[in-house]
């Protein structure tokens, strides 16, 4: 399988540079220098205009020019025509619900599981390349015709996973406590929950956990388990985990 | 209009006497000397028996019997003959979805708005008694057949209001930015943002704020007012807000 995916908990990390700015170098490495334009995917914030620029401004500092799909006449034959794709955050519903509308979903699987064009997400972006939207953090502000995903991996995700407080007085559940809700539903796969400044590159069969944080591990019925920024966790790529 | 509603923000308040500890006496007030049974819906929660049983055991200790609509043969019949119904929290999308499964929705409406009964919510059981679940700060665990939910007042609530923390350097949303985005969406009612320790009564057409904490409003396109313990929020009843 040509897969290749860059699947990052968040664009901005406290600290850390700025929009894109934890994960630039790996941003480099991974559309290298083949790829010289990348297509844009800004549907998950409501000023797309403001968004792309923002994209724009920091893509072409790394030596890449975008296009952003919302500029496109034809939003479908963008992607048929594009080298790389990168889908960044926001609301992972309103996201979702306009790949849909704009019948993107099976042309981006299709670019990307048959061609093998490089795709990146961050955060919604990251929630839209797995399975399901079932474990994002966001409101649910609009109404998808489903909360499956682009399924080009087969696990979900929860981008800027977060660590129970002990100290906190708030009653809402933890994440963890969500998560473990989603496995008390039949058939969930397994959830990866990147800490932000972590990031999951995958190469085909291969997935390595890249960053600055570790990332924890949910699989239904069974302990959490903690995995290091370098792990191979290749064995996410295998269905039915 | 006979409406009676009691819509919590939550169960448990840090500190304050554990489950209902809080709102106790707010729901003695509430449900009166005339309701003797209440039926309880545990939908939103997996483990029904355990959550029935914490139900029962604080109710019993404010005077109320409680019957689960869970053990019932039959659901609707179940909700015909309610003297009163409490619908206690957990996942918001997992109980709006059940309510649809077993042919409620329409049901509660109707006793509630025609028959007058009294209808307690808390959390998700807060959300389902709004226009829509929209404003839920719940994870998508299941995909109800709509975000619409049972209308019993004309705005969204969001339950366990969280203020920012300018401390925090987790870059995901904070809670007044996820209900900004719901506001740019078209057509998106007003939002209540209950914090833990608040609730709202609902009398006909009238509704007060109840409890030790302020609510915040969001109303699309106008700054965020706050709302003192005792206030008269009526005009929230008007449609259109």
Chains 1, 2 share one sequence.
Do not use: W
């Not at 919604?124 to 909360?147: C, E, F, K, R």
């Amino acid at each position: 399988m040509k897969r290749r995916l860059l699947l990052v908990s968040n664009s901005t990390l406290h600290g850390a540079g700025g929009y894109l700015g934890h994960c630039q170098q790996q941003i480099q490495e991974f559309f290298g220098e083949q790829v010289k334009r990348i297509l844009f995917v800004p549907y998950a914030l409501h000023d797309r205009d403001s968004y792309a620029k923002t994209a724009r401004e920091k893509l072409q500092s790394l030596g890449y020019e975008v296009d952003s799909i919302h500029e496109a006449v034809d939003p479908v034959e963008a992607v048929r025509k594009a080298q790389g794709i990168f889908i960044g955050g926001g609301n992972t519903f309103r996201l979702l619900k306009t790949l849909y509308d704009n019948k993107l979903v099976s042309e981006i699987q299709k670019r990307v599981l048959q061609d093998g064009i490089p795709y990146m997400g961050s955060s919604a972006g990251t929630n839209v390349a797995t399975v399901s939207i079932n474990t994002t953090n966001d409101m649910p502000i609009v109404y998808p015709p489903t909360l499956t995903a682009m399924g080009l991996v087969p696990f979900n995700i929860n981008p800027h996973y977060l660590d129970t407080n002990p100290d906190s007085k708030h009653m809402g559940e933890t994440r963890e406590q969500r998560i473990r809700q989603y496995h008390e539903e039949p058939d969930a796969p397994s959830v990866l929950g990147l800490r932000e400044g972590s990031m999951l590159l995958v190469e085909g069969n291969r997935a390595t956990l890249l960053g600055s944080t570790k990332a924890r591990l949910f699989s239904r019925g069974k302990p959490a388990t903690e995995h290091e920024p370098g792990s191979d966790l290749s064995f996410l790529l295998t269905d039915g985990v």
